[in-house]
């Protein structure tokens, strides 16, 4: 049992160019989140799914998309990256339960 | 949308001493409210959370209290060890479908 797994741990891209993060949930949860970490801005949501086929927007969804099509998998896209989006890519999950369980990050770097 | 504040950014206690965390948030419909802690290069871990029927809940040196009528909770630390050390994270919630996290607080517990 694995829980939650991301893909790649890092990257480093540059300006313009594009990538998907993999996010993996082995405990069927129906709810996925993705966040990005920045110092001293704590975690802020950029898109969720609370179920297969189904996104939504958070906090902050500009420059990135998402997609759902398997219950266990959530990809975040970054179709033309800026320097801005340097950051901490957590994903995470939950059941109907309240605890979200994360994923252990990727570190993605654009120059 | 909620807006979820943290005080303080940093703190620094004596090993076996106390330590309080505090968070406001804005929303009065909020009424599930997290922490998580964050060790260093790791992923955010769930410590424990309490829903607003409930005004303080306990699980051996931690416990949160929540003031609904202010819009404030915190939590406290008992009794700090070296391995409480970390980065904590307040979060606040209308219907547990989101998270709002505030901006972390770092831990430093002085041997």
């Known amino acids: 049992n694995a829980g939650v797994t991301q893909t790649p741990k890092f990257r480093v891209l540059k300006t313009g160019q594009s990538m998907t993060l993999l996010c993996a949930q082995d405990m069927n949860h129906e709810y996925m989140y993705w966040y990005r970490q920045d110092p001293g801005m704590g975690l802020r949501l950029i898109h969720y799914?609370?179920?297969?086929?189904?996104?939504a927007k958070g906090e902050v969804p500009d420059g990135y998309n998402v997609s759902r099509l398997k219950k266990q998998n959530f990809l975040l896209g970054l179709e033309s990256a800026a320097p801005s989006q340097t950051s901490v890519y957590f994903c995470?999950?939950?059941?109907?339960?309240?605890?979200?369980?994360f994923g252990p990050g990727t570190r993605l770097t654009v120059l | 949308g909620e807006n979820v504040e943290q005080h303080p950014s940093t703190l620094s206690v004596q090993e076996g001493d106390s330590a309080v965390i505090k968070c406001t948030y804005s929303d009065s419909a909020s009424n599930y409210f997290p922490w998580y802690k964050q060790e260093l290069g790791k992923r955010p871990q769930l410590i424990i959370d309490i829903r607003s029927n409930v005004g303080e809940k306990k699980d051996q040196r931690i416990a949160v209290t929540l003031n609904k009528t202010a819009k404030h909770f915190s939590l406290h630390i008992t009794e700090t060890q070296p391995e409480d050390s970390a980065v904590y994270f307040c979060a606040a919630s209308r219907n547990v479908e989101k998270l709002t996290f505030g901006t972390g607080t770092r831990l430093t517990i002085i041997p």
């Open positions: 995470a999950s939950r059941s109907l339960g309240d605890e979200q369980f």
């Open positions: 799914s609370v179920g297969e086929g189904t996104t």
